[in-house]
Structure formats: structure tokens, C-alpha cells
């Protein structure tokens, strides 16, 4: 067998462009049978859009794309992406449907298949266990649009497997799982990788996982690719982080920046409270508390300092503000700004332009609804402060990368005077330079006084950068709280029901 005819696909030469703009310059990409081979480069990279060429969702210019089977014979086009599956970072889901019938869906691509129930229940079954058995046996019947944004990804990947694919590219799989969740993905991968010769791409952007789950990388950068096929042994983290065109931002985050409030006398003032039975935690301002652990517990203590929750499980106290946030536009009036974790939903407004995507806290806050004419230059500096590159801030967020639209949402918070600051997974999607940077935009808020509450499924960053952690275990309780002097990351995973 020839090198090539291991390969499940080889891609050379690979040109694209949007009119003018030139975004894959000659990009070269081969994964071999079995593999998990990690596809990395910086936001707007050029990734996403490779992996569109490579399914048929998108056109290319020039460029070679050829499919092998497991005998090491060319497939036509047609057949070899009839063979390849992909998860976005955005779920593909029908929510009016059933776990199982969107799991069942590419089983009925003919046209001459029936959609048989029980058939398919038992399809969505056996591909669901594979990822996890007690989420099979609960969930077949629910309809997806009840399920979290983690459940969600897990039926997309169980689709995927389900569809007879060989090769899965998994875009960002893990930025909604938890840790347990991710270490349960990561096994059914290398287990589907050893015993099926099933190939996978996968995209991320944090380095730990990709490390312990990647046997060899290909690194694209600006529309090029740099580093093509190399194994993981052979590159050092700073060593990517270069290739990738990032190594200057890779510096830890200044802790220092934070002043001490705690001697200062208004801050008793402009402390924040939270408190559940049982429970309560005093907020001084500055402070940047992380939020750990499976998402009904972050999910409800999210809600009530946003203002949206139903239930009330919270109490949310500050002088000045009333005794519940009774509405998101309150809590916003009231200082309280918040970054959603469900991008594509809640967060992009997908039909409006850049400039009302970034400015729409601004307007809320100051009450203003018709763009004033300074709105321009305001928008253009907080892109800047960000590094979002865009050709106009009239273009709509589609024409960014899935990174730079979650840079967006973070732009609509930055430098607002906020007396509190709530950020779901604000690094979801970042690439590792920027999420340094985010790092420290984060530390900085604080500096000037607000509070940041910050829920990551990332239990490493949040060690990273918090004063304290509150922990969430998996029903939703609160498990503790772990201040700075004992953060580790073990405590963390016992915390929060996530020890391995
Ligand atoms: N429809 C479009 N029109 C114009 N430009 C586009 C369009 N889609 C993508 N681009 C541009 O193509 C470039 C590559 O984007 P792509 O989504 O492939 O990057 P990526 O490497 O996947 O990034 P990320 O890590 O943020 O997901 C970006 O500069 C983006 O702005």
C-alpha cells in the first residue's frame, strides 16, 4: 500500500476565495485511516472553511480533493463525502424532532428509504450508548429543542457515528462539555479510532485536550498551510503557538493588576451577594469569580444575576438594587452586563451588521436607540482592542470566523462601566493567542471595580485567572467555594462530580 493509499482523504493545493477576499491561498491536508489528527490555526484561519470544501458545503476555487477507501482505492467525490461527517461548532438539529429522529436522519438520504420508529430508535440507541449509556436509555423520545447545548452536541456526534462515516471532523466538540463529558468523548473516539479505522479531524483550540487526544497535527495559518501532517511529539505548545502566528500573546495574565478593595471603605457599598439557602457569598468589587461544574447549577445562578431566572432559587443583593433583577433590560439598566454562551442563539444577531452586534449594550445601557454619529469610531476601537479584523463594520457576522463572532459578544461589554459582569464561556472559540488576551481584559475590567462572574467548562483557565471558584456539582448543588490560596485542579474535579 502506498503512503497516499492509507490516507482517507488528501487535499492539495486547496484555493478559495469570498470576491476579493483571498481566504485559503494553497492549502495542503491528508488523515490517515485511524487517525485523530488535529487541525489548528488562529481564528479566520481558514479551517472552517476547508472543512466546508472538504463536504460539499461550500466551493472551491482550484485544488485537488481525493477520497480513499480502506483498500487504498480512489472513491469518486460524490462517494467519498458519503462518507464523511462533520459537527459545527453551531448544533445542526431539528428541535420539533425527537433525539431519535435526528439521529436517524442521514440514515434516509434515499429516496426510496422508509422511516421506520422502531428501526430507527434502535439505530439512535446503539450510536447514543456509545457516547453515553444512561443518555440513551433517557433521552431517545425527548425532542431535542428541550435538550442543554452539551446534550445537543452529544446527539451530533452520535449522528455522526450513526451514518456509517469514516472520517468525523469534529469542529470545537468539547466547548460545551464538561470535563467528565470530554474525558467520556475523548475515550469513544479512541476507541472508535483503534477498533473501526473510523479517521477524525479535530478542531480546537485548547491545548490540553488537543494534546491528549491528537496523534498528529496540521497547523493552517492565513489561508496556508504551515505544518502538514507532523506528529504531536515532535512540536512543543510555544512551538505551535508560533506556527500558528501567536507567540507574542502567549505571556500568563497579570494577576497584579488587581487593586485590593477590601480596605477600600466604599466597597462594603459596592459588594454584590449572592445566596441560596444555606449559602451566601459576599462579592467585593474587583473580584473575578470563576463558576464551575455541569450546567444546571451555573445555568441558575446565571439567571438570577441577569435577571432572567423563573425560579427563585437565587437572591441577588447590592445596595441601590432592587431585591430581584426582574428582567434582563433591568439588570442591564442596573450595571449588570452579560456575555450569553449560546452564540448562535442567544448572542449573534445574525441579520444586523457588525456595528449593531457590537454596540447593542451601549445603546441599552445609555438608553439610546438611534446610533449616534461617534457609534463608528467607538465600534472601530473596540474591534481593534479585540484584533477582530473586518473588511467593514456594515458586513454581517456571517462573513467572520465562528472565533471573531464570539469576539463580537465580548466587544459589546468591554469598557462599559458595569458594576457586574456576567460571561458564559467568553473563550469559547478564541483562539490561544486571543484567549490571553481575553485573559487580561478580564483581570482589567476588574481593576476598574466590576465584579466578573465567569462560568468555563475549561477548569484550567479559571484556575488561571479567578480570585475564587464556586463549584457546582453534577445536580445543579453548590459543592463549595475554593479560594486562590487552594485552587487545584483535582479539588476542582472532585468538586464538581468530574473526577476521573
Ligand atoms: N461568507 C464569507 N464572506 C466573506 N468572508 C468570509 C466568509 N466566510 C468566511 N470568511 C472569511 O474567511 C476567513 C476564514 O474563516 P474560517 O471560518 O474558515 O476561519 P477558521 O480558521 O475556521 O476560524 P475560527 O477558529 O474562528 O473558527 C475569515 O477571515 C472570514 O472572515
Redesign the pocket.
Known sequence: MSETSKNVITVRGLTKS??A?S?LKGVDFSVARGEVHALL??????????IKIITGAAWRNAGDIRFFDSEGSERSEADGRAKVAVVH?ELALLPHLTVAENIALPHHRSGAALFRRAAAAGQAYDALRMIDQDFAAKSLYRLVGSLSLHEGQMVEIARALSSGAELILLDEPTANLTTLETERLFAVLRRLTRDTGLSVVFVS?RMKEIRQIANVCTI?RDGRTVVDRQPMEELTDAGIIEKMGQVAASHAPERALRPDYRSDASAAADTIAIEEAGFRLELSPGTVLGVAGAPAGPAALIEALTGAARKKRWTVARAGWPDQLRSPRKAARMGAGYVTGDRANKGVLHSLPIIDNVMASRRVTRGALLAGGSEGGECLDLLKALKV?AASVWDLP???????QQKLLLARWLGLPSRLLVLEEPTR?V?IGTKREIYQLIRQMATSGTVIVWWSTENVELLEVCDRVIAFDTEGRCAGVMDRDDFSEEKLATLTGMAA
Open positions: 469570498y470576491g477576499t481566504v490555526g488562529g481564528n479566520g484561519a481558514g479551517k472552517s472553511t476547508m461548532q483550540h493552517i479584523k456571517s462573513t467572520l470566523s465562528g472565533g471573531t472559540g483562539d
